[in-house]
């Protein structure tokens, strides 16, 4: 168990619709990032949030946006679907500022695969 | 650019075989290197972390190698066995920055009995 739970699972969605996904943090964990996995391909950093604010981003679009909540929650939110936003969409925590070897680990969860018709 | 590149993309081998699975990244400026195993569907299970000051981790039938100078990565899996069968990626968190990972895209593996 990898102590990062993400829901839904599943969703299927149509092209112009919006989205939220969320993720429960292994407890503790204070720094949350989130990746888009497209089919074949490895993961893509989204961004990141520390205490609550985002301090890191990849190449995504404003239309991606996220909270962080102080009982170790997360969303992602996606507005107007587009097609090519199908995708397993991975939640990953890890405790900032502990020790340097598992501050370094990255915990995932299973993922919500996203499908937009 | 910051890129990680696998190969093979996928692998076939009979039960029992000793394989090697590579990475190479092109920045030598790392910060560590973390091999994570995916089955279908599935989420990210980390198998091995190396520091950037290290050159090689183990955790039973894997071993994972890295050398900063060359970019390059190895995952050793000694006797496979069908229970491996699955698709391992390799993500590099390069200096400076926040700890963002940049994955290759997988080899997947098919261990047959």
């Known amino acids: 168990e990898t102590g990062v739970t993400q829901s839904p699972t599943h969703l299927i969605k149509t092209r112009g619709q919006q989205v939220t996904l969320r993720c429960s943090s292994q407890?503790?964990?204070?720094?949350v990032s989130w990746y888009q996995q497209a089919l074949g391909q490895g993961p893509q950093f989204i961004f990141q949030y520390y205490r609550e604010e985002e301090n890191g981003r990849g190449n995504f679009p404003p239309r991606f946006s996220g909270l962080q909540f102080p009982n170790y929650s997360s969303e992602l939110n996606v507005n107007a679907l587009e097609l090519d936003d199908s995708a397993l969409y991975l939640c990953?925590?890890?405790?900032?500022?502990?020790?340097?070897?598992?501050?370094?680990?990255?915990?995932f969860g299973a993922g919500s695969r996203l499908t937009v018709l | 650019k910051q890129e990680v590149t696998q190969i093979p993309a996928a692998l076939s081998v009979p039960e029992g075989e000793n394989l090697v699975l590579n990475c190479s990244f092109t920045d030598s400026a790392i910060y560590n290197l973390q091999w994570f195993r995916q089955d279908p569907g599935k989420g990210l299970t980390s198998l091995l972390l190396?520091?950037?000051?290290?050159r090689e981790q183990t955790s039973g039938r894997l071993n994972a190698s890295l050398d900063k100078s060359s970019g390059r990565s190895t995952l050793y899996i000694a006797a496979s066995q069908p229970g491996d069968s699955a698709t391992y990626l390799c993500a590099v968190r390069f200096s400076g920055g926040y700890n963002k990972l940049i994955f290759g895209a997988g080899t997947r593996l098919a261990v047959h009995p």
């Open positions: 190396i520091q950037s000051s290290q």
């Open positions: 990953a925590s890890r405790l900032n500022g502990g020790n340097p070897a598992g501050a370094n680990v990255l915990t």
């Open positions: 407890s503790g964990h204070n720094t």
